[in-house]
């Protein structure tokens, strides 16, 4: 069964930096696509940055240049660095995971975290 689980989520002021992680089991590793999506209230859950399966990696417009997204295998752990924080990230963010060789940041997931909130004041 997979389980992803997230923390690292807070809150900051604008311009500020924070850490999400997610720890992984039940994935069967490098056969997946992992990421992060977030939903801010009254929004539609939208990606924000995924890792496929040979390492390449997709960004959501909106955090390009700020955000990066990392894996440490070894600890079965995926990480999304977040720098230079606006009010408009402030959102729920979720760890998710997808049997595939690649998914589009409008794609369907196949298991998501429980979510991990992050608020950012201007």
């Known amino acids: 069964q997979v389980k992803l689980v997230e923390s690292g989520g807070g809150s900051v002021q604008s311009g500020g930096s924070l850490k999400l992680s997610c720890v992984t089991s039940g994935l069967t590793i490098p056969g997946v696509c992992r990421g992060w999506f977030r939903q801010a209230p009254g929004k539609e859950r939208e990606g924000v940055a995924l890792?496929?399966?040979?390492?390449?990696?997709t960004y959501a417009d909106s955090v390009q240049g700020r955000f990066t997204i990392s894996v440490d295998n070894d600890a079965n752990t995926l990480y999304l660095q977040m720098h230079a924080l606006r009010p408009e990230d402030t959102a729920m963010y979720y760890c998710?995971?997808?049997?595939?060789?690649?998914?589009?940041?409008?794609?369907?997931?196949?298991?998501w975290g429980q979510g991990t909130q992050v608020t950012v004041s201007s």
């Open positions: 998710v995971a997808a049997r595939r060789s690649f998914l589009p940041l409008e794609g369907e997931p196949d298991t």
């Open positions: 890792i496929h399966r040979m390492g390449a990696t």
